[in-house]
């Protein structure tokens, strides 16, 4: 690939336009998936803390003083 053919993120390959940009994705738009993605992690800890707990605890009620 040449770079007189590249333009853009456009570039002509065996006489077709390739498109090789990056999707096309609003501030908002990375902003909520961001924010999303937080939320989805922190209910997983929340959920795997809890799973701790009840392990822990079940542990320590099978140990005797």
């Known amino acids: 690939?040449?770079?007189n053919n590249y333009v853009d993120g456009l570039y002509i390959k065996d006489g077709r336009l390739i498109n090789e940009r990056p999707d096309?994705?609003?501030g908002?738009?990375?902003a909520a998936a961001i924010k999303r993605a937080v939320t989805?992690?922190?209910k997983i800890n929340r959920i795997a803390e809890g799973i701790q707990l009840?392990?822990?605890k079940k542990n320590?009620?099978?140990l005797e003083f």
């Open 28 to 30: 908002i738009a990375r």
């Open 40 to 42: 989805n992690d922190r």
């Open 60 to 62: 320590f009620r099978q």
């Open 54 to 56: 009840a392990e822990d």
């Open 1 to 3: 690939m040449s770079k």
């Open 24 to 26: 096309g994705e609003s």
